[in-house]
């Protein structure tokens, strides 16, 4: 099995287009803003930088859930319990940060709960580095890693980008009610956080409930057949 993908050229990962350099390079720019945070005292700044973290842990996270990780499930013989413990990183993130948005920012817990989603975050991106990602290099080869690499860019830039504990960790779930919750989270994020309000969030999530519900219908009905 090839080493932590950390310490690979493009080449080796497949190119640039490979979902395992994207990967990466996503997990660079946490890092990055992570680190910038911590150096950066109370203020407008570093409150960007914290919203900007956020939103990419989350549709970096959702793109995984949803196209990554079924991927590493089919082709990895350890992907049913690799997956599982990237999952719950990704839920006990989801939890924390859900509270965190809730907090004023210069709120001692409110730090305390950074610094915890943080760690968190760096503990996962070296589960998947070191642990995950190089069992699916190992199973895949460089075209495949390429076409996973597109499908997992078009889901992140779609994906929502703030916290939504309920949603599932799985497909089908996460797919259909991810895209009215993106689209609440992404205008909430381009027009400020009372741009939709509860009644948008509301309504968002009554949809998700509608196309889950027709998924869920859908499904049982294919199996009567």
């Known amino acids: 099995m090839p080493g932590t993908i ?11 287009k490979s979902v395992l350099v994207r990967q990466r390079r ?4 946490m890092d990055r803003l992570m ?19 956020i939103q990419l842990v989350f549709s970096h996270a959702f793109a995984e859930e949803s196209v990554l990780w079924p991927a590493v499930r089919r082709s990895v013989a350890e992907g049913e319990e690799l997956t599982s413990l990237v999952e719950e990183e990704h839920q006990q993130i989801n939890d924390l940060v859900s509270v965190i948005e809730r907090l004023a920012p210069g709120d001692p817990e409110r730090e305390e709960l950074v610094g915890r989603v943080f760690a968190l975050v760096r503990q996962d991106i070296r589960d998947e580095e070191d642990l995950l990602l190089p069992r699916l290099q190992d199973a895949m080869d460089a075209a495949q890693l390429r076409r996973l690499g597109a499908a997992w860019e078009a889901v992140r830039l779609s994906a ?19 895209v009215p919750l ?7 994020d381009a027009l400020g956080p009372g741009a939709s309000g509860a009644r948008g969030k509301k309504a968002a999530v009554g949809l998700a409930g509608v196309l ?14």
């Open 160 to 178: 929502p980008t703030h916290p939504h504990p309920a949603v599932p960790r799985r497909p089908p779930g996460n797919a259909l009610l991810g």
């Open 35 to 53: 680190n910038r945070y911590q150096t950066l005292d109370d203020g407008a700044e570093r409150d960007r930088i914290l919203k900007r973290t």
């Open 6 to 16: 950390a310490e690979q050229t493009v080449g080796q990962l497949g190119g640039d």
């Open 182 to 188: 993106s689209l609440y989270d992404r205008t909430r």
């Open 212 to 225: 889950l519900c027709a998924a869920l219908a859908a499904g049982l009905l294919r199996g009567r057949r």
């Open 26 to 29: 996503d997990h660079a720019e």
